[in-house]
């Protein structure tokens, strides 16, 4: 997970730079379709701001698409580009998480999804 810093001494206000660095993050790849983002109240004191801070900026965010909240699971990068990559996108995500919860590795969970799709071929 990258790092956000907010600069005190900037004219931008505090739920604007971070606003602007998640953008960017998720525009650029650094932060990859389905990320999971840091809790409101995590992200707030990890920078020192108000946790109303920090929401505003993830509304801001969600309102332009780049995350998504889905309830008690948190925030994530949301998917973007074409309607059939962005599925594949969300179900490759919730695989992951879910290998992650069945404590799989990286090497284990990926033969998995190879052996799934050789049997659909």
Known sequence: MMSFRIDPESPVPPYEQLRIQIRDAARNGTLVAGA???TVRGLAEQLGLAAN????SYRAL???EVIETRGRLGSFVAAQGDPV??????AASAFAE???ELGLT?????ALVRAALAAKH
């Open 62 to 64: 969600e309102h332009d």
């Open 85 to 90: 990559q962005r599925q594949g996108q969300l």
């Open 53 to 56: 801070t920090v929401a505003r």
């Open 106 to 110: 990286a090497d284990e969970a990926l």
């Open 98 to 100: 879910r290998a992650v």
């Open 36 to 38: 999971k983002l840091p």
